[in-house]
């Protein structure tokens, strides 16, 4: 898959749930080595748009093209998955009795057989060379030996992250990722989402202004399943309709 132009391209999607269009003619695109913020009230349709990405839910019309030609329309989750496109839930879901390490480990070999199975093989030394770097990406280098379900809210999210880039996907996709977290944890994964950017192309949806501010350069503003303003925070911040639509529900920044 060649590097350049878009990694994502959605052309005139609608998704109809019995009438409602959740996506309503929506056209979006992501170029590699983008971090792309995607906001909007409640309800505008930005957790349907990252369903429509991984497969999850099937739109009535349009188009969804990954890299230059795959058509992703039709194809399963897991598919797309092995494509190249990796999700991280809001929700952390993680072997709470494993350690941080195994965590990684059976993440890097999910197509093994099983847990124990993979558990109990030994590791190369390029696959151990990559769990270290993951856990240096994911700020988790001192703690391979913990039991997930110890670390803090942000250090499991943090540990999901690092599961779903051991799977090298080109594309992915985070769902809210600082809910619950402190201030300090919410500036560590800015930073974190940041580098990953460096090597994958990253599409976050988010509620939270401050840490928009902190890590976009480009904003997507979604309302009523479709896209009403593109462009830097303070592009979006000027724009009267987005003035509008948050009037009374949020304030659009500081
Ligand atoms: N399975 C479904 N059946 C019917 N309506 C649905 C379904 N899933 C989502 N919707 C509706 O589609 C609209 C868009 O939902 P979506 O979850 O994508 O919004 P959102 O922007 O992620 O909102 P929030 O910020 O509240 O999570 C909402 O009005 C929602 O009620």
């Known amino acids: 898959m060649s ?65 230059k030609d795959v058509d992703l329309i039709g194809k399963r989750e897991d598919e797309i998955t092995k494509l190249g496109i990796g999700r991280k839930f809001q929700a952390p879901s993680i072997y709470s009795n494993l350690t941080v390490w195994e965590n990684l480990d059976l993440s890097l070999k999910r197509d093994s057989k099983g847990v124990f199975v ?54 992915l996709l985070v769902d809210e990722p600082v809910a619950g977290m402190t201030d300090k944890e919410t500036e560590q994964t800015g930073v974190l989402l940041q580098t990953l950017a460096e090597k994958h192309a990253v599409i976050v949806i988010e509620h939270d202004m401050e840490f ?15 896209v009403i303003c593109e462009g830097t925070v303070d592009v979006i911040q000027a724009n009267e309709r987005v003035r509008e639509i948050y009037l009374g529900r949020q304030k659009v920044g500081h």
């Open 3 to 67: 590097d350049k132009g878009s990694i994502i391209y959605l052309e005139g999607v609608i998704v109809d749930y019995d009438g409602f269009k959740a996506l309503n003619n929506l056209n979006f695109i992501v170029n590699y080595h983008e971090l792309r913020v995607v906001i909007g009230p409640n309800g505008a349709g930005k957790t349907t748009l990252l369903d429509v990405i991984c497969g999850k839910t099937k739109p009535v019309h349009g188009r969804v093209i990954f890299g």
């Open 118 to 171: 993979t558990l109990l093989s030994k590791s190369t030394p390029a696959e151990r060379e990559r769990i270290e770097a993951t856990l240096e990406t994911i700020g988790l280098q001192e703690h391979p030996h913990r039991r997930a379900g110890s670390l803090s809210h942000g250090q499991k999210q943090w540990l999901e992250i690092g599961m779903v880039i051991l799977q090298d996907p080109a594309l």
């Open 212 to 226: 928009v501010r902190q890590i976009a350069r480009t904003v997507t503003v979604l309302h009523e399943g479709t």
